[in-house]
């Protein structure tokens, strides 16, 4: 098997830098993180002034707070400023900041190691919104879900080997003595160097808005950016989208410890087995984003990803359902219980799926949001994620103190999400038609795409394509890179349970003017003013479905629209549905054969896209000529 395509961008200067410095930070923020908790809780004496109950809950605070306080700011300044050039600030700003830490840890001092975490969290607040911002400047569109899904995947993996890391040097002892703090200290400054060292290497990112006027205060800043970003419907509810994601893995996160301990009778190494299952599984869905979507944004994959996720966090409910533990068990004896594998099967499927929801939807924010205030828009997404974790230890805390069980919050949460999903769902129909449309060409079809860069990932553009089968709109719509509107036959529209889904679609209805002139008059009007937006619009000029494979004659149609909307136009043919459960009967030889078993489940198919056609040029029969050469003699 070929290497998969993302992995070859970390031999590339373009983006290998980058990922490292980012993978180091995520790291050490964990070997910071898990090392001052652990200490707090197991050697509470070392430090004055420590409730060890609460310790790990104001650690985690502490850390959040900036998200929320400087977020707006930091999505200013990523705007503004060259990119490179502020991530080896930040990266320098590393070492001082893990400077203190390791005099708090060497001196055992409460305050210096609170003000650290503080300044780490200042330090991830500055960085995230140049994390994402860098990537579309960096990478083509169709290596977007690939780039996204290794930072991703990296990401999580750098959180375990933090978790591993802070966890086993924080409580290392020599002669008796623990030394632990002191390794601690000294492992963040290194990690914070090498950091440093991967920034020195990252090309140059131009500032997306040099001229922009900072503003300081954070609250109003905070208020206008989440503006900004209500003004994009989609790109906001793909923010809400993450931020509920950050929600579900917060509750899943801050619950393992009492997890593993009350209700798994597990020790701290079953803790850490957990953390590294749902570690490996979202790091492996984000990677499998790439080669799922073959290479574009796929938001199709984000309710396949929801309903996975509540599906698994539910059955997590019912594999942790059994009698209390009457001791403690290490990883070894844990295993060996065919219970608990269900429990880690549940708990690394919900990771998995929760990698394939959330690469699209960042990947769709870069680029559906505007260049000049991408990273402001990364930075409001980042307050979300922030407000919504806040809200997920809210609830736990709620839940867990009316006497609800944790198992029980799992069973909330996952329903909670497809609570969540739907609504999401709703008001952005988009993904759910491209799921449905992915969904129909990885199960019932094996569908290859020739020459699709001709479809144009901006812009207006009229696409025009024969006419084989029912499934046609929907074959089209899961291959354009972006989404389009179909010009539909009005009783086709109006069939019953399917007009819900063409109206969602914003399919434009039409009938010939010897049946509704008025209809006729109104689809011409709709097609203009969506082609004067810049949207893709298709027409199957032949007017209906073949009946007997061959391409019927292209009507005036296209020819009117684009005498009055000037734009290109793009021929194409799809192959292979002919015969299909889709298509209509036809006849060899005098003989009928039944649509479903000429061609079937898993049947290939291909859609052939030519080059754009200057409006001027178009005429029906030179139209239809191209779709008859690209289509060929397969139907």
Request: hydrophobic share 50%; with cysteine; net charge positive.
């Amino acid at each position: 098997m070929s290497e998969p395509r993302q992995f070859r961008l970390l031999g590339q200067r373009r983006f290998a830098p980058f990922f490292w410095t980012q993978f180091l930070g995520a790291m050490n923020d964990n070997v910071f993180k898990v090392a001052f908790t652990s200490l707090v809780t197991y050697h509470t004496a070392l430090f004055s002034g420590i409730d060890a109950a609460t310790a790990a809950f104001l650690i985690s605070a502490i850390f959040i707070a900036p998200f929320v306080l400087f977020s707006a700011t930091s999505g200013q300044i990523a705007d503004k400023l060259e990119k490179s050039r502020l991530i080896r600030f930040v990266k320098t700003l590393e070492i001082g900041i893990m400077l203190v830490g390791l005099a708090g840890f060497y001196w055992h001092h409460t305050e210096l190691l609170y003000a650290a975490t503080f300044l780490m969290g200042l330090h991830s607040t500055l960085f995230g919104p140049v994390k994402y911002a860098y990537l579309p400047q960096h990478l083509e569109r169709r290596e977007l879900t690939g780039g996204n899904g290794l930072v991703e995947s990296g990401t999580f993996i750098a959180i375990l080997l933090g978790t591993i890391i802070g966890g086993e040097l924080a409580n290392m002892q020599s002669g008796g003595q623990l030394v632990g703090p002191l390794y601690v200290g000294v492992a963040c400054v290194v990690f914070a160097m090498a950091g440093r060292l991967a920034a020195q290497r990252v090309p140059l990112s131009p500032a997306a808005q040099p001229d922009l006027r900072i503003n300081w205060n954070p609250v109003s800043e905070t208020w206008r950016n989440l503006v900004l970003a209500r003004s994009n419907r989609v790109v906001l509810l793909s923010m809400l989208g993450i931020s509920w994601l950050w929600f579900v893995g917060a509750t899943l996160l801050t619950s393992f410890f009492p997890f593993a301990k009350n209700v798994l009778g597990g020790d701290q190494s079953v803790v850490t087995l957990l953390l590294a299952v749902f570690s490996i599984g979202i790091g492996i869905g984000s990677l499998l984003c790439e080669r799922l979507s073959g290479g574009r944004i796929e938001v199709g994959l984000v309710p396949l990803g929801s309903i996975g996720m509540t599906v698994f966090a539910v059955d997590l409910y019912f594999a942790s359902r059994h009698g209390a533990p009457s001791g403690l068990m290490g990883v070894g004896p844990f295993l060996a219980e065919p219970a608990h594998w269900r429990v880690i099967a549940d708990l690394f499927l919900l990771s998995l799926f929760g990698g394939l929801y959330s690469v699209p939807l960042y990947a769709l924010i870069q680029t559906r949001c505007e260049p000049t205030h991408r990273a402001r828009i990364i930075a409001s997404n980042n307050i979300l994620n922030a407000f919504f974790m806040i809200a997920s230890s809210l609830l736990a805390m709620t839940v867990l103190g009316a006497g609800f069980t944790i198992p029980e919050l799992f069973l909330l949460t996952g329903i909670l999400n497809a609570v969540v999903a739907l609504f999401i769902y709703t008001q952005v129909p988009e993904f759910l038609l491209r799921f449905l449309a992915w969904l129909l060409v990885h199960t019932l079809y094996r569908l290859k795409k020739e020459n699709v860069q001709h479809i144009p990932e901006h812009g207006a553009a009229l696409l025009v394509c024969n006419h084989v089968s029912f499934a046609d709109a929907v074959v089209l719509m899961a291959a354009a890179p972006r989404p389009v509107r179909f010009v539909m036959d009005h009783r086709i529209f109006r069939v019953p349970v399917m007009s819900w889904l063409f109206r969602q679609a914003r399919a434009i209805p039409i009938a010939p003017a010897h049946e509704d002139a008025d209809m006729l008059a109104r689809a011409y009007d709709t097609v203009a003013e969506a082609l004067q937006a810049g949207e893709l619009v298709c027409i199957f000029p032949e007017g209906k479905l073949t009946a007997n494979g061959q391409i019927n004659p292209f009507k005036q149609g296209v020819q009117h629209i684009v005498q009055r909307t000037p734009v290109p136009v793009v021929p194409m043919a799809l192959r292979g549905l002919w015969g299909s459960m889709f298509s209509r009967r036809h006849k060899v030889s005098g003989v009928q054969i039944p649509r479903p078993l000429r061609r079937g489940v898993l049947s290939r198919l291909e859609l052939v896209v030519g080059e754009p056609v200057d409006p001027d040029a178009v005429t029906p029969e030179s139209l239809q000529q191209r779709v008859t050469q690209l289509r060929g003699v397969w139907r």
